[in-house]
């Protein structure tokens, strides 16, 4: 089924800890894009990417990083976690980044930061 | 900061009834989207309408945009209580060509049987 894969689902991290979500893509779509949903604030978007090799910054980017290798994987790394950071991350997809269509979304990843 | 913000929060009717859900937004806009949210999944596109339009229709949705008003709703008619869900609005916000989109806080729609 084409659409976009997250991993892990859910995660109980240590707080010093660094990792990984991974999100992976079958579409071919150009754009990416790292969004965090907490409860009371709605989604809030952390990092983009218009194209393979590109990245960009959104609104909440501290404490996060991105890399686009190749078109479908757009992983986002924690390099220390913090408690602030227990959230639950989806990932998106669109296929030409101008806002002419909408946005795929993966099933999220339920981040715990203790 | 969110650019676009739902009203009501919650809204409880019964199967049948229809739904309206309101999106107010502070910028201009190129197009405004919106979403559909199950508990514990992803977001689901439902519908694009563009600046230069002023409603669109899918299936059971509705969608008005008024930019004057910078506001626009999404009704759904007939509900059923497959339909309970978050619906979020959001907007696009144009840079250098490429658009990233803002997201409001959303409206839970509890249709009861």
Known sequence: IAGITQAPTSQILAAGRRMTLRCTQDMRHNAMYWYRQDLGLGLRLIHYSNTAGTTGKGEVPDGYSVSRANTDDFPLTLASAVPSQTSVYFCASSDDGRGTDGYTFGSGTRLTVV | ?113
């Open chain 2, 1 to 113: 900061s969110q650019q676009g913000e739902e009203d009501p929060q919650a809204l409880s009717i019964q199967e049948g009834e229809n739904a309206t859900m309101n999106c107010s937004y502070k910028t201009s806009i190129n197009n405004l989207q919106w979403y559909r949210q199950n508990s514990g999944r992803g977001l689901v596109h439902l519908i694009l309408i563009r600046s230069n339009e002023r409603e669109k229709h899918s299936g059971r949705l509705r969608v008005t945009l008024d930019t004057s008003k910078k506001s626009s709703s999404l009704l759904i008619t007939a509900s059923r209580a497959a339909d309970t869900a978050s619906y979020f609005c959001a907007t696009d916000a144009r840079n250098s060509g490429y658009s990233t989109l803002t997201f409001g806080k959303g409206t839970m729609l509890l249709v009861s049987p």
